[in-house]
């Protein structure tokens, strides 16, 4: 069966049910035909007992009239071989017949069909055979009345011993025949309506299965040529529509799943290239510095050899600080760290992370602003967490705002949130960059262009992990605006 295609073994199935229908049928068919002759055959013979009754004197003064019973049998044997006569008393015991010698096989008949058949017109009744131990055949029945007395039955069975020897062989003969005849036919034409309705039934479940091993075989165009098929809106469509718009529709999740897997390779790939240009620029100068140091020590005066150093010393912190930030967005990715909320004060929080910059904004001659709402509540927050994203946001802006600039944070309550805002007076974010801003840093960092970096990405994933996002806000009188919203 395993070998078969689908559409050859439900033509197969098919075929053995009509088989075993057609057997079913043909059985009915017999047995429906024989009931209905039998009933015939009983209904014409109803008054058969009572005119024999009538026409011969069976019982006598003292009883049994054998004489009359034997030639009531000779006759009727001569007449009708078909009928069995047989006297039963009161009780339904045989008190009389003309059986040979062990055909008798039971000597009472059940007197309940008997009364049945006196009583109802409801043909066919089946009453006992006394020539077999448990076969029930059609009768014709009458009472025996003697001086207004009931002295027994005349029990006539209609289709005897000998009939029945006769009819099943006929039976069985034509019972062949039918059976022969019709499986032939339902093998036939059930070979061929089944094999061609199977075989147009199937068709689109073959033309999806040829669709599914050309994806096997040809990999992701073939994918994208499936993904690329209409949807059909239709209701009511059959399970191998169904299946077909499954299919499809996966083929669209796998074409979309490789789409953005390639666009994270893509992104992981400039990612690398960027950190790579990141970290060359600084390695470059520090090593640039460390072999001058080398070379000409004995030629640089002190004050040469400090400076040397100092800008060493700066270059290796810059490569310091690059590796942490990629340690810590790893870390952030991959779902290591988690936040420790608890409740605090954001204001005392920005005031603290400006102290930290002061230093910072004062030796480029910046200005720092703070416009934060009176009466803030508390945030459920990572204290650390939301520290370093001030700290980030912060830290790019005064890197890229020129000197003389304004850097501005607003903190106010809006629903069940605090806003916070973060905004400067620079020269803005190019628009060739904006999309990628949180995703990646750019190569163009390191021109005068300005870019997010490492420190967007971290404050991004920091928020995701607080339930919530920042997003770059377009004023024409900012340079660049970055907003986001904490939990009360």
Not at 54 to 77: A, C, E
Not at 257 to 281: G, K, M, P, V, Y
Not at 293 to 314: C, F
Request: hydrophobic share 45%; charged share 20%.
């Amino acid at each position: 069966m395993r070998t078969f295609s689908l559409s050859q073994r439900l033509t197969l199935v098919f075929a053995i049910l009509l088989f075993a229908s057609c057997a079913l049928m043909g059985w009915m068919q017999v047995r429906t035909s024989t009931q209905y002759s039998q009933a015939v055959i009983q209904q014409l013979s109803s008054n058969l007992a009572q005119h024999i009754n009538q026409s011969y004197p069976l019982l006598g003064k003292d009883g049994l009239n054998k004489d009359s019973v034997r030639t009531l049998f000779d006759h009727l044997m001569s007449v009708n071989p078909s009928v069995e006569v047989y006297l039963l008393d009161k009780e339904g015991n045989i008190i009389g017949d003309a059986a040979p010698d062990g055909h008798i096989k039971r000597q009472r008949v059940d007197l309940a069909p008997i009364q049945a058949a006196l009583n109802e017109q409801k043909y066919p009744v089946y009453g006992d055979d006394p020539r077999s131990i448990d076969s029930r055949k059609v009768f014709s029945v009458a009472p025996m009345l003697q001086d207004g007395q009931l002295r027994g039955y005349l029990y006539v069975i209609l289709l005897g011993e000998n009939y029945s020897a006769l009819n099943n062989d006929a039976h069985f003969n034509a019972l062949l025949k039918i059976v022969l005849i019709s499986i032939s036919l339902v093998a036939l034409l059930g070979m061929i309506v089944g094999g061609l309705a199977f075989r147009w039934i199937t068709r689109p479940l073959r033309d999806l299965s040829r669709q599914v091993h050309a994806l096997e075989m040809g990999g992701i165009e073939e994918m994208q040529t499936m993904a690329a098929l209409p949807l059909s809106n239709e209701k009511g469509k059959d399970e191998i529509g169904l299946l077909r718009q499954g299919v499809i529709s996966m083929a669209r999740r796998i074409a979309e799943q490789w789409h953005r897997l390639s666009q994270q390779d893509q992104l992981r790939r400039e990612f690398i290239a960027n950190i790579s240009h990141d970290l060359r620029t600084p390695l470059t100068s520090l090593h640039g510095y460390l072999e001058s140091l080398s070379v000409m020590s004995a030629t640089l005066s002190e004050a040469d050899k400090k400076r040397y150093l100092d800008i060493a010393l700066g270059q290796s912190q810059k490569v310091g600080a690059l590796a942490q930030s990629l340690f810590e967005l790893a870390r952030l990715e991959y779902g290591v760290v988690k936040p420790q909320k608890e409740q605090f004060s954001l204001a005392e929080l920005l005031q603290d992370v400006f102290q930290k910059f002061e230093l910072a904004a004062q030796t480029r001659q910046q200005q720092m602003l703070a416009d934060i709402q009176p009466g803030l509540p508390l945030i459920d927050a990572d204290l650390g967490m939301i520290e370093r994203i001030f700290t980030n946001l912060l830290d790019n802006a005064i890197r890229h705002v020129p000197e003389q600039g304004t850097i501005a944070v607003r903190v106010w309550k809006e629903g069940e949130k605090v806003l916070v805002q973060v905004s400067d007076n620079g020269p803005g974010i190019p628009q060739e960059l904006k999309e990628g801003l949180f995703v990646r840093p750019s190569i163009a960092s390191q021109s005068r262009l300005r870019a997010g970096g490492l420190g967007l990405m971290i404050v991004r994933q920091m928020l995701q992990l607080h339930g919530s996002d920042i997003t770059l806000v377009e004023k024409p009188e900012c340079g660049a605006c970055f907003r986001f919203a904490l939990p009360v």
